[in-house]
């Protein structure tokens, strides 16, 4: 146990005597710029892959695609707001014709845009 405490004591010693728990300011060390960095600051250089505002999913449904599934989750007697919906064997029916009023949707999105149509 002796051992143990002049070990630290000659650890303690050394490390003061060393300078490595120095006070003093060294005017050598490197000070943080100060100027603004050329660049947006919100990406803080972060690699992002910019995607088009075309491919996004949300708002493809119409109206009338809306009351269509409607109609088949009363007639399949399922709540597809419900999150045990999904575990239902009749919900596959649901998703496959949602599925394809999606699927209609793009390709109508796509025909307009190569017809320059909005």
């Known amino acids: ?20 728990y120095s006070t ?3 005017s050598n060390q490197v000070e943080t710029s100060k100027v603004a960095s050329p660049s947006d600051s919100n990406l803080r250089l972060l690699r992002t892959h910019h995607t088009n505002v075309d491919s996004e999913e949300r708002g493809l449904l119409k109206p009338s695609d809306e009351a269509i599934l409607a109609k088949l989750a009363k007639k399949l007697k399922i709540n597809p707001k419900d999150y045990h919906a ?9 998703m496959k014709k949602l599925n394809e009023l999606i699927d ?9 845009k190569a017809l320059g149509i909005s």
Request: net charge positive.
């Open 86 to 94: 999904q575990f239902d064997p009749k919900y596959s029916e649901y």
């Open 1 to 20: 146990m002796r051992q143990f405490h002049i070990l630290v004591v000659i650890g303690a010693t050394f490390l003061a005597s060393s300078g490595v």
């Open 24 to 26: 003093t300011t060294d």
């Open 104 to 112: 209609k949707r793009k390709l109508e999105a796509r025909l307009n």
